[in-house]
């Protein structure tokens, strides 16, 4: 702890000369203090400044030549290099007072301590600094810079808010003064609840400015990316990839598979997809060396002896005709057919259905590769040209006995067995060519023979 000069004063002539010293040690503190060590922090020879915290810069008690003198008693003791250097900053005006909190900063000789993020200064603008205030810096070049912080003007009947929000007071109600305020709204003595206004990301094509200023410039792989998702989704996006996108708030968006790409245009060198693809087909060509050829359908040819590689003068579906004079005749492609399906000549695979199968065992191999569908009644063939089976032959008997006969088709038919004698029940009779009786209500059979019946009631039944 500091003595008070004043006090030295009342003892001997010696003492006063000691109070004489202490003083001059005082103004050596002050005056030294501006070379290399200011409010905000410490400038080093090497060029890694030291910037104070907002604890730390009012924790400082006295600033001297060799180290400082904290409140907390944990002093700082400089280095050589840091004691030696001399900084050409003046030091503040006596008198000047502590910046206040409405500035939401500190403002030191080598930078400014913020809550959004601290300010260093170059050397230049150290250099530069005349006189620092609680409104702003004053600077040698007359570039002065203005301490601007963002407060609630509040008057007789509203208040615009920093954030630009504009609040009508109570009617009768005078200017009153905030009880409480927090993030999202302001309490006022008059009991009034304002509610703040919520910042918005500013989404765009290319990039986006967040809720708190900042710049974000997108790829040209993520503007395309980003374009499928909602401004809402955009602004919590984080990191967004070809399957879906990260966001702030850990409710990831999975994209959804895409549909797959259909033909959209189908020519004879290639194909356009609905996706935009290009799909270029390979065109079959023939090679044709010294001695011989290969054809497009696998055909090889073999030069005549002593002409070496003639060129083709006619080119036709079913052969070619060279310079020399050579004829070739070109393969012709076939299907091949099997039970139960067939490979088309280019190449196509048919699985044919398990009634199909016995139909088309009935065609040759021409007419199965040129069937598109068959049915039992005919054929639909790929070139238009139809087939229409004939109809079947009806069938005759080729056996007949007494119970049954045996068809052509091999069907069998079963004939039914006549009996001599009527059957008789309580209600009816059925007689023996099958003719249905039906007997009156109450009326029984007295009697049955073979030509006729006679009945309860007396009546008779003649056969015929």
């Not at 010293?21 to 080093?44: E, H, N, R, T, W």
């Not at 600077?139 to 008057?155: D, M, V």
């Not at 067995?417 to 023996?432: C, D, E, Q, T, W």
Request: hydrophobic share 40%; with cysteine.
């Amino acid at each position: 702890e500091l003595l008070d000069p004043r006090s030295l004063y009342r003892s001997s002539w010696t003492d006063t000369t000691v109070a004489m010293k202490m003083l001059a040690a005082i103004c050596l503190l002050a005056v030294g203090a501006s070379a290399q060590v200011g409010p905000s922090g410490i400038v080093s020879p090497d060029g890694k400044n030291i910037q104070f915290t907002h604890d730390q810069a009012h924790n400082i008690a006295v600033i001297g030549p060799s180290g400082i003198v904290s409140k907390d008693g944990n002093n700082i003791q400089l280095t050589h290099g840091q004691a030696t250097l001399s900084a050409a900053i003046p030091a503040p005006a006596p008198g000047t007072r502590t910046l206040p909190p409405t500035l939401a900063g500190l403002v030191g000789a080598s930078g400014i301590v913020h809550p959004a993020g601290n300010t260093q200064f170059t050397r230049e603008q150290a250099e530069d600094i005349v006189l620092i205030g609680p409104s702003g810096i004053v600077t040698k070049s007359g570039k002065n810079i203005q301490l601007r912080s963002k407060r609630h003007l509040i008057g007789e009947g509203g208040a615009v808010l920093s954030d630009g929000t504009l609040v009508q007071f109570n009617h009768g109600v005078s200017a009153p003064t905030i009880l409480l305020e927090g993030p999202s709204g302001i309490l006022w003595s008059n009991g009034q609840l304002t509610q703040k206004r919520a910042k918005r990301s500013l989404i765009g094509p290319s990039g986006m400015i967040t809720a708190d200023g900042r710049l974000v410039q997108f790829t040209q792989a993520e503007g395309q990316l980003r374009a499928k998702l909602t401004p809402d989704q955009s602004s919590r996006a984080i990191v967004v990839g070809p399957s879906g996108a990260v966001t702030l708030d850990g409710n990831n968006v999975q994209f959804a598979a895409p549909a797959a790409a259909t033909v959209l245009l189908d020519g004879p060198s290639g194909t356009v997809m609905s996706d935009g693809t290009l799909v270029q087909k390979r065109a079959k060509r023939h090679l044709i060396g010294e001695g011989g050829a290969v054809l497009s359908d696998g055909t090889l040819v073999q030069f005549n002896h002593g002409v070496s590689a003639p060129t083709i003068l006619l080119e036709g579906p079913s052969g070619i005709l060279w310079s020399n004079g050579q004829l070739t005749q070109k393969r012709a492609k076939r299907s091949l057919v099997g039970p139960s399906g067939m490979i088309t000549a280019d190449g196509t695979p048919i699985q044919f259905t398990q009634a199909e199968g016995p139909l088309r065992a009935t065609l040759t191999a021409e007419q199965n590769a040129r069937a598109v569908v068959v049915g039992p009644s005919g054929i639909v063939n790929s070139d238009g040209m139809n087939t229409q089976f004939n109809a079947p032959a009806a069938p005759h008997v080729i056996l007949d006995g007494p119970s049954g006969q045996v068809m052509s088709d091999g069907s069998l038919v079963q004939k039914v067995v006549k009996r001599s004698l009527p059957l008789v029940g309580p209600s009816g009779v059925i007689l023996a060519d099958g003719t249905p009786l039906q007997l009156p209500a109450g009326v029984t059979i007295a009697s049955a023979g073979p030509s006729g019946l006679v009945l309860s009631n007396g009546q008779n039944i003649q056969f015929s």
